[in-house]
Nanobody
Framework: QVQLVESGGGLAQPGGSLRLSCAAS????????MTWARRAPGKGREWVSA????????YYEDSVKGRFTISRDNAKNTVTLQMNSLKPEDTAVYYC?????????????????WGQGTQVTVSS
């Protein structure tokens, strides 16, 4: 069955870095666009970044542009979110997801399958 397992979350200080990974199984990973989204306390799910199936194009939400980098390894069925210059407002549960299209999307509702999430807390 489809599985998306996020890891790499934790506590970071403002200005610090974390690297999130999402291990995928149960589907043809290299065929589909992937995304990272987050849910902060008391808020809805917010789209963060996305990458096309072949990694040829990437998208970023404005508040993370220049700080976060999404990448994928289709040989290892993983998608990664490198997060630098972290801010307290980045605190959230981070989720990965995929949609059954080659092209990625900036809309969370266009993704079909979601992982359970990993907590990221940015605090001094």
């Amino acid at each position: 069955q489809v599985q998306l397992v996020e890891s790499g979350g934790g506590l970071a200080q403002p200005g610090g870095s974390l690297r999130l990974s999402c291990a995928a199984s149960g589907f043809t990973f290299s065929n589909y666009g992937m995304t990272w989204a987050r849910r902060a306390p008391g808020k809805g799910r917010e789209w963060v970044s996305a990458i096309w199936a072949d990694g040829s194009d990437t998208y970023y939400e404005d508040s993370v542009k220049g700080r976060f980098t999404i990448s994928r390894d289709n040989a290892k069925n993983t998608v990664t979110l490198q997060m630098n210059s972290l801010k307290p407002e980045d605190t959230a549960v981070y989720y990965c997801a995929y949609r059954t299209f080659i092209r990625a999307s900036r809309e969370v509702y266009e993704y079909d399958y979601w992982g359970q999430g990993t907590q990221v807390t940015v605090s001094s």
